[in-house]
């Protein structure tokens, strides 16, 4: 194989969950393993440069999320054989972490909700999904604070779908203080 996926799991249960074992990788179900639950040879790694240091938590750019996905994306562009080289480990095969929320305030917790959403809009609008998804799927962050468990709340399904939308148009509305850097 020349990737895989398996489950991050945080306080509350497995974080996302995988298609069966032995569906090829594509740019729909991609969205299913994050960062820490990603497996690549090296030589795969090297090929496609890396991580995007100007995606991600860290990076010097409003774009705090979607490293990950961005690089399974690029991957999938650059192999064509990786969609069938690409195993999803059985679910009793994880990473345990803890919760986006865990630990923040309110306002920290929908900051990071806000910086993550342009992460994940910039991701879909710079690998040309589909208007229709992209739209849909933004959209759906104002569903954030419903269909996640607490300390989430309704309420920060407004930040998850602004930056979002921010994202999707690859600018920022104010607030450029919402961004980390380590620089």
């Excluded at 090929?47 to 490293?67: H, K, L, N």
């Amino acid at each position: 194989f020349l990737a895989g996926g398996f489950t991050s799991w945080d306080e509350r249960g497995p974080k996302t969950t995988l298609p069966p074992a032995g569906t090829p990788l594509d740019r729909w179900n991609v969205w299913s393993v994050i960062e820490m639950g990603i497996l690549l040879r090296r030589f795969v790694f090297e090929q496609i440069g890396g991580f995007d240091e100007r995606m991600g938590p860290g990076a010097a750019t409003p774009w705090q999320v979607a490293e990950g996905t961005d690089l399974l994306l690029r991957a999938l562009g650059a192999r064509s054989e990786m969609a069938e080289g690409f195993a999803w480990l059985p679910h009793d095969v994880y990473v345990e972490g803890i919760s986006t929320a865990f630990g923040l305030t309110t306002a920290e917790r929908r900051r990071k909700l806000r910086a993550y959403g342009r992460g994940t809009g910039h991701a879909l609008r710079i690998h040309r999904y589909p208007w229709w998804w992209r739209a849909a799927f933004t959209a759906a962050g104002l569903l954030y604070g419903v269909r996640n468990a607490r300390p989430i709340t309704a309420l920060d399904g407004w930040p998850m779908f602004l930056g979002r939308l921010e994202g999707g148009l690859g600018r920022t509305f104010g607030q450029r203080n919402m961004v980390s850097t380590t620089r």
